[in-house]
T-cell receptor
């Protein structure tokens, strides 16, 4: 079993739909939870991160962390064709270095106009 | 440009050849990270530099992989005697501080070993 699991998709939704992307993990030491968006042939870009449990909202994006279930989610409201990309979750036990960063395999999302 | 720049964007090499991949971080960024991203997978950590010091190389998969950042800016990832399993996208990221939370990624070098 991998340390971070993520449904690879692909996931196709119509424009305007609410999208739910999820990751599960096994390492209870993880404290920082990140969501990255990666367009084709581009590097990942950080969308948002949360520390420990709880919710965080940024525009159309909401991140949720449930440490008791070792489950995190990213919700995208009013999805747009420009949201079509691969979404990667990443987790870290600390905020230093990159070694502690463990990425999920990514979920490919297509938002159809 | 203001972002992380990687070159070449694409590299094709025959098995057994040596390759060198370059990363130009954002000017003034202290931290530099290298990742390997296989097709359909998330990035996997290879190594970390703070200025010119390589503080963590625990993710390098074998002694055929070598990275350097001699002057604390540009970094080179070298792979010797390449093998087919080395085919992947190699991503570089830099950060102004010591935290990976604020790292900015380049667009990667896509390496194909024939």
């Amino acid at each position: 079993q991998k340390e971070v699991e993520q449904d690879p998709g692909p996931l196709s939704v119509p424009e305007g739909a609410i999208v739910s992307l999820n990751c599960t993990y096994s390492n209870s030491a993880f404290q920082y939870f990140m969501w990255y968006r990666q367009y084709s042939r581009k590097g990942p870009e950080l969308l948002m991160y949360t520390y420990s449990s709880g919710n965080k909202e940024d525009g159309r994006f909401t991140a949720q962390v449930d440490k008791s279930s070792k489950y995190i989610s990213l919700f995208i409201r009013d999805s747009q064709p420009s949201d079509s990309a691969t979404y990667l979750c990443a987790m870290s036990a600390g905020d230093n270095y990159g070694q502690n960063f463990v990425f999920g395999p990514g979920t490919r999302l297509s938002v159809l106009p | 440009g203001a972002g992380v720049s990687q070159s070449p964007r694409y590299k094709v090499a025959k098995r057994g050849q040596d390759v060198a991949l370059r990363c130009d971080p954002i000017s003034g960024h202290v931290s530099l990270f290298w990742y390997q991203q296989a097709l359909g997978q998330g990035p996997e950590f290879l190594t970390y530099f703070q200025n010119e010091a390589q503080l963590d190389k625990s993710g390098l998969p074998s002694d055929r992989f070598f990275a350097e950042r001699p002057e604390g800016s540009v970094s080179t990832l070298k792979i010797q005697r390449t093998q087919q399993e080395d085919s992947a996208v190699y991503l570089c990221a830099s950060s102004s501080g010591h935290s990976g939370l604020t790292q900015h990624f380049g667009d990667g070098t896509r390496l194909s070993i024939l």
